[in-house]
């Protein structure tokens, strides 16, 4: 829910002490909801400061509803989230996920993993949500709808056998079901984005792409594909019908911030590119370094491996 949230007017930081039942040396997803909403009657716009633990998470500036998602490996049995009050509002929090991730290919021994984008292509916009995330999503992944320039979108009500599939990132069914393919004439998908990074280091980024063949193509036909991602070309490809496919992942050094990808028809195929979904990662470094215990610290109880209270504002 969105009408209630916790604010912390006293204090520049102030933390919550989560202690999962799987304890240290683990993967976890660890998402935090904000949304304003105005509730002091101030109509002013609150930035400030999330970590975990000691180290720096995001900056949050509520202006809407938002939340902010990261996958930590923790080296310690406490997980500590914190706020920090950078001057500009006081911080707040309307509410706090953790999920063990258990066998998710999404993991990292050093750092962290900051979702930047999972796109579902192809998706109806008219459709009751335009998400898609857990109990559909095993990992917790909140899908956003999406579109690429020049692209027409494709379906199929036809069932995909994610339990049967060895594909270990295991995309929600109707992620799998759309797609997006080049408008007549093209015989490429493109894009381009922009990603905000934290300052002062040269960020890196992981890209996973997602394809399932949802047309039945003719006999004789072909569907092949390459992939250039910041100029590095990936392929060809081949696709099974109805068998997802996981390209990925591809680790970029990006210094511009700039992330651009095309999936391109080959000379020898018959038909165009398409693409069901992607995903961009930025590795956040998070150096091991304890928490200065004097912190105020807040008990929050989780349940694992179940939807918590932040998690129904979607």
């Known amino acids: 829910m969105v009408n209630s949230l916790r604010t912390f007017p006293e204090g520049k930081r102030n933390c ?3 202690k999962p039942r799987q304890g240290k040396n683990q993967n976890y997803y660890v998402r935090a909801f904000f949304y304003y909403g105005n509730y002091d009657s101030k109509n002013q ?15 949050v500036d509520v202006r809407q509803q938002t939340y902010y998602s990261i996958i930590h490996y923790s080296v310690t049995d406490t997980i500590y989230v914190c706020l920090v009050n950078t001057g500009s509002g006081v911080p707040f929090i309307n509410g706090l996920d953790l999920r063990f991730m258990n066998d998710s290919p999404y993991r990292s021994m050093n750092g962290s993993l900051l979702p930047r984008e999972h796109a ?12 898609i995330r857990y109990t559909d999503d095993v990992y917790d992944r909140i899908w956003w709808l999406g579109n690429l320039n020049d692209a027409v979108s494709i379906s199929t009500e036809t069932n995909i056998d994610i339990q049967g599939s060895d594909n270990p990132c295991r995309l929600p069914v109707e992620v799998l079901r759309t ?20 300052e002062n280091f040269t960020p890196e980024f992981l890209v996973y792409f997602h394809f399932a063949e949802i047309e039945q193509i003719a006999p004789g ?7 250039t991602l910041n100029g590095l070309k990936y392929g060809p490809f081949t696709l099974e019908y109805l068998k997802p496919l996981t390209k990925g ?3 970029l050094q990006v210094q511009e911030d700039q992330v651009g990808f095309s999936i391109d028809a080959t000379l020898r195929s018959d038909l165009p590119p398409i693409l069901n979904a992607f995903e961009i990662f930025e590795l956040g470094p998070l150096p091991d370094s304890p928490t200065n215990q004097a912190d105020g610290m807040f008990s ?11 998690a129904r504002m979607l």
């Open 45 to 59: 716009a609150q930035k400030f400061d999330l970590y975990i633990g000691v180290n720096y998470w995001e900056t």
């Open 16 to 18: 919550y002490t989560l």
């Open 300 to 310: 929050i109880s989780i349940l694992l491996n179940a939807i918590g209270f932040g």
């Open 221 to 227: 036909k072909l569907r092949e594909f390459t992939i």
């Open 179 to 198: 797609a997006v393919q080049p408008r007549n004439g093209l015989n490429s998908l493109s894009f381009n984005h922009t990603l905000l990074h934290i």
């Open 249 to 251: 992942p591809y680790k």
């Open 120 to 131: 579902d292509l192809g998706g109806n916009p008219t459709q009751s949500s335009s998400t």
